[in-house]
């Protein structure tokens, strides 16, 4: 079993920026590929972005360019830089990890972003 937990999510103007994190119970070199899906009321849950075990990362057309996928593999922990945030940035944030041995996939619990003046 895996665990994801996230954090930072909250309430933030547009055009500033947040940090978001995602913890996960087992090492993630165990884990590829790791990333983020978000999902807005009423909408399908949508992919953000991806990394790989080698770093290589692969983001939606809609934050490329404002939005980064980092990992700290001495943590466990994966990340979500998001820049030059917008209101249609709103959603749950999910983490996401594949877990290579079993072949299975994991989500954390969400967390919300609310861009907002």
């Known amino acids: 079993q895996v665990q994801l937990v996230e954090s930072g999510g909250g309430l933030v103007q547009p055009g500033g920026s947040l940090r978001l994190s995602c913890a996960a119970s087992?090492?993630?070199?165990?884990?590829?590929?790791m990333g983020w899906y978000r999902q807005a009321p009423g909408l399908e849950r949508e992919l953000v972005g991806t990394?790989?075990?080698?770093?290589?990362?692969n983001y939606a057309g809609s934050v490329k360019g404002r939005f980064t996928i980092s990992r700290d593999n001495s943590k466990n922990t994966v990340y979500l830089h998001m820049n030059s945030l917008k209101p249609e940035d709103t959603a749950v944030y999910y983490c996401?990890?594949?877990?290579?041995?079993?072949?299975?996939?994991?989500w954390g619990r969400g967390t919300q972003v609310t861009v907002s003046s």
């Open positions: 990394i790989n075990s080698g770093g290589t990362t």
């Open positions: 996401y990890a594949r877990w290579i041995g079993p072949g299975a996939n994991y």
């Open positions: 087992r090492s993630i070199f165990e884990m590829n590929p």
